[in-house]
């Protein structure tokens, strides 16, 4: 089977490995790709977001599968385009993406749906969002109707009111203007949850404990993919049933009773609360520092199970099949991320990485990586060509971005996992590197 994976980031890394892995698969085509994937995969220029330029290259190429690891792709109609063409894409088509791309539509859904949510409403009238919002304890989360303008949370109601009135007044890069949502401020661990789904069956992955503040403690700006982690405590299998139960399988059968098709990754962002867990946001793909630290668990082939959510037969799989292992991630990243941060430092300490590591590329270049062929002969094994095009000699790998690697080790407890990550984490070596250093030191808190 032929495979292109749509993304650079490391997630893509992530599936690209896993389905590398797989022996269905005979070649793998990443696009754009990053210093990692094109180890493993061969690399084309292609702009994911472009969905018309990737159907059409996909048709050229005969490939049988599209692999977005975001959903950009889909957001942008990519399903819509291809569908006419006989090829399969692993995500829903781009109505269905509103249920991420729109918080409001989300809120809405969930909130029609008596899903467990944080209580709040959306608004599209500035007048009426201010009195509901006069009427709230403090603090509240104010979002924009588009998840790339962020939210906020506000202990000053007249910074509530003036980041309100900013909302409503001022457009977004794509035009967009909403509308908010207005809800109640939530405390406890944030945790993401996915499942593969076609609509009707969803098989669940696992809960996910991520960090996206800069500093230990979680202080400071926020910034993506400081780290991860997944555990195989008794509580974290108990969480895992929990939300599958009382929150996954209620979110597909609502999808189910919307008439809103659906098959691909179906995840949700949630927080702990005393009161239970609280669902606040929905995605359409796994999340960057989910996949890297999820998918490395997972004992079965991910490819079959592609195949079977497309064709809408899920529920002819056995239950998923997990490693007895927890699994940290720690991002490595530069000094100066997510603001200001150089480029192009040259990454060492690699090949020093203790064997069953892993490393997850973000953004890294490999100047020495495949690049994919037209119409290259089916079957050419891209491992075969990477040692043979190299001359025993590896390129050095250099950072092209802020958030530059994901250091993961699996282990039988949680501390074994984390310090056996630490320790790898210290032998890679970049200009300005930094990482945290506290990930995982407490379960789900």
Request: glycine share 10%; hydrophobic share 40%.
């Amino acid at each position: 089977m032929k495979i292109l994976v749509l993304g650079n980031d490391g997630r893509t890394h992530a599936l690209v490995w896993k389905l590398f892995n797989s022996p269905q698969s005979d070649q793998i085509i990443c696009a754009p790709g990053n210093g990692g994937t094109s180890q493993l995969a061969f690399q084309e220029d292609l702009d994911p977001e472009n969905a018309a330029e990737v159907a059409r290259w996909a048709f050229d190429e005969n490939i049988d599968l599209i692999v977005p690891a975001g959903s950009e792709p889909l957001r942008t109609g990519l399903v819509d385009e291809v569908v006419a063409m006989h090829l399969g894409v692993y995500g829903p088509s781009q109505r269905s993406t509103r249920l991420e791309q729109s918080r409001c539509y989300a809120k809405e859904f969930l909130l029609h749906h008596k899903l467990p949510t944080a209580r709040g409403r959306t608004f599209t009238n500035l007048a009426t969002a201010e009195k509901y919002l006069a009427s709230q304890p403090l603090p509240v989360v104010i979002k924009a109707d588009n998840p790339n303008v962020g939210d906020g949370i506000f202990e000053d109601r007249y910074a509530a009111l003036a980041a309100l009135n900013e909302l409503f007044t001022s457009r977004t890069v794509d035009g967009r203007n909403d509308g908010v949502v207005i809800e109640e401020f939530l405390t406890g661990a944030r945790v993401t949850f996915s499942a593969f789904t076609d609509g009707r069956t969803a098989l669940s992955l696992l809960p996910t404990r991520l960090y996206d503040r800069l500093y230990e403690d979680n202080r400071g700006p926020v910034a993506a993919g400081m780290g991860a982690y997944t555990s195989n405590s008794t509580y974290a299998n108990k969480l895992t049933t929990y939300l599958n139960r009382h929150l996954m399988h209620p979110l597909v059968a609502a999808l189910d009773q919307a008439g809103l098709p659906y098959w691909g990754i179906l995840g949700l962002d949630c927080i702990i609360t005393p009161q239970g867990p609280r669902i606040t946001a929905l995605r359409c793909s796994l999340r960057n520092m989910e996949a890297q630290v999820v998918l490395p668990r997972m004992e079965d082939d991910l490819l079959p199970i592609i195949q079977a959510t497309i064709t809408r037969r899920l529920n002819q799989l056995p239950a998923l099949r997990w490693r007895d292992e927890a699994s940290v991630g720690i991002g490595l990243v530069v000094q100066g991320y997510p603001h200001h941060f150089a480029v192009g430092g040259v990454i060492e300490g690699l090949s020093e990485v203790e064997a069953g590591v892993l490393i997850f590329h973000d953004q890294t270049h490999n100047p020495g990586g495949l690049r994919y062929t037209a119409n290259r002969q089916r079957g050419t094994s891209p491992l075969s060509v990477l040692i043979g095009g190299t001359g025993g000699r590896m390129a050095a790998m250099t950072t092209t971005g802020g958030h530059v690697l994901t250091v993961v080790a699996l282990a039988a407890t949680l501390y074994g996992a984390r310090g056996r990550a630490l320790l790898n984490a210290e032998r890679i070596t970049f200009p300005g590197r930094y990482y945290r250093t506290d990930i995982a030191t407490r379960e789900f808190a």
